[in-house]
């Protein structure tokens, strides 16, 4: 008898516009689109996939996190349950519906490779959804955490930074346009590497002394919120470089 772990979804990716039934590695997922009635939804049979629930979940987490990579949008498991037959559609609890053009997924996906890949992956799909809780300040913190998570040496995380800023400042019309939003265009590449290094870090994960953030300061907020998007670009790009994916598809 099929036992089902179940949760609803919601995000900014595209969704199936019909039911889909694929494999991902060796387990078998399950997606519902979403309605007027009903949110998307994934699904696993976790007595056919011989899978537990914990493995499941982290399973279910690891492939939303794909998906959010790829669509560059959040992507959050919502609501859950387990013991179905069958999968569920959940009732709509978020105005947030996901789409697409394609009744099933246009690609195949496959489980990430190695587990610095994922805890990557991970913390960049943690990233965009602290983006969309009203927290951005944790999302900053998060996109920082990517580069030290694939550079924890601080001085190969530095010479990163300041080489990827100096890229980016030349060659990307994007992140130019951010540091001129944030004044910080006319700096050298040290000097913004500096800046994105002590408001993306030390600014948000300590209190112990100033400079640290109060979230009710509407200055730290600005503070927080000229640093994001710059911090998120380079997370994104240290992502591409680290595992060797292409540029050019990482800023669609």
């Known amino acids: 008898m099929a036992r089902y772990l179940s949760f609803s979804v919601i995000g900014g990716v595209q969704w199936p516009i019909k039911k889909d039934e694929f494999s991902f590695g060796e387990n078998v997922l399950v997606v519902l689109p979403c309605s007027r009635q009903y949110d998307a939804s994934i699904h696993i049979d976790l007595d056919a996939n011989k899978i537990s629930q914990d493995d499941a979940l982290s399973l279910l987490c690891e492939f939303a996190s794909l998906v959010a990579w790829e669509d560059n949008q959040f992507l959050a498991l919502h609501n859950g349950g387990c013991g179905a037959a069958k999968p569920c559609p959940f009732p709509r609890s978020s105005k ?34 602290s983006g969309r809780s009203d927290c951005p300040q944790f999302s900053l913190l998060s996109f920082y955490k990517i580069l030290e998570h694939l550079h924890p040496n601080s ?38 590497s500096k800046y994105l290094y002590e408001n993306g870090r030390g600014f948000v994960a300590h209190s112990s002394k100033p400079p640290f953030l109060n979230p009710d300061s509407c200055a730290d907020m600005n503070i927080v919120g000229q640093t994001l998007w710059l911090m998120q670009m380079l997370a994104r790009l240290a992502i591409a470089r680290y595992f060797e994916l292409d540029e050019e598809f990482i800023w669609h």
């Not at 300041?162 to 060659?171: G, K, M, T, Y």
């Not at 992140?175 to 040290?190: M, N, T, V, W």
Request: charged share 25%.
């Open 96 to 129: 947030l519906g996901m789409s697409s053009i394609f009744e099933k997924w246009p690609c195949i996906w496959s489980p990430i490779a190695t587990e610095k890949h994922k805890v990557a992956l991970a913390l960049y799909r943690e990233g965009l959804n």
């Open 155 to 192: 001085s190969s995380r530095v010479n990163f930074m300041e080489n990827i800023v100096a890229d980016l400042s030349r060659n990307n019309s994007v992140f130019k346009d951010e540091l001129k939003r944030s004044g910080l265009y006319s700096l050298a590449a040290e000097e913004i």
